[in-house]
């Protein structure tokens, strides 16, 4: 009965002891609160995949509710929160939680998703982060299929309806996309 007893506590004790570890060292935290983020906004994602929804720039659309007509007086946008448009870049702006659905980075000093995120390197890449084509395109990356050939998983809602697939890097007709976190989850 002791030796089970002190297993547990020792156990218990040595289990602490990793996480303070880790906690001290901080570079476990910080790979776990990313990977929550990912999960969070992949699981949003999912909903609007599931549902089937309908391509545009002039309808928002809530989860669980409905579609509403764009209101273009009204905030950035043209979504009051929490609907979003239905176009990749209020996609994006619906699965990392923002209040507004943020415009496709351009060129220009209308706000987008590029004043609320950083660009980053290609290797960097990790679920939740996206792929930007400057004025034109915007996908939420999954995940690497295989890096060194450069094969993705992403979702891309460019037309109906949202899509789950494949991509390669740099493939003809892709256009050429550059990595972006956001700034909330450096």
Known sequence: MGWRRGGRLGA???????????????SGVAATRASGFGE???ARAETWYRQNL?????????????????????????CRWPYYRTDC????????GLKFSYATPRPGDSPDLADVAHRIQLPQLRAGDILVADGKHVRLFERWLDYAEGRYRAYDFGSTPVKHQDYVWGAPGEHAYRPMRPNSHP
């Open 12 to 26: 218990v004790a040595m289990g602490v002891g990793l996480l303070l570890a880790v906690a001290a060292d901080g």
């Open 40 to 42: 969070q906004v992949l």
């Open 54 to 78: 309908q391509y545009s720039q002039e309808r928002c659309y809530q989860t669980g509710i409905g579609y509403a007509d764009i209101d273009w007086g009204g905030p950035l946008g043209g």
């Open 89 to 96: 870049s209020g996609f994006v702006s619906m699965t990392w």
